[in-house]
């Protein structure tokens, strides 16, 4: 993910970089929330909601990488 998130933030004006550094964000939101132990129902825990929210953060890397045109101007 840091390696992610530096290689979108130098190029954060291109298409498909915002998206990708949102994913990035939402999923260190994810790892914060399993890591806190957070318990809504005996039978939805801390995994379960880090799930949910790595989703949103997979769909967020979908819309960006989708969006890339070319790969090589990630590494111009």
């Known amino acids: 993910m840091a390696t ?3 290689l979108h933030a130098f190029r954060h004006r291109e298409p498909g970089s915002r ?3 949102a994913g990035v964000a939402v999923s ?3 790892a914060g929330v399993q890591a806190s132990g957070l318990s809504l ?3 939805f825990n801390h995994n ?3 799930h949910v929210v790595q989703i949103a953060a997979t ?5 960006g990488a989708s969006t890339i045109r070319d790969w090589r101007l990630l590494f111009k």
Request: glycine share 0%; charged share 10%; net charge neutral.
């Open 48 to 50: 379960d909601l880090y």
């Open 59 to 63: 769909v967020l890397f979908y819309r």
């Open 41 to 43: 129902h005996a039978n």
């Open 4 to 6: 992610v998130l530096i």
């Open 28 to 30: 260190a939101l994810a």
């Open 19 to 21: 998206p990708i550094l």
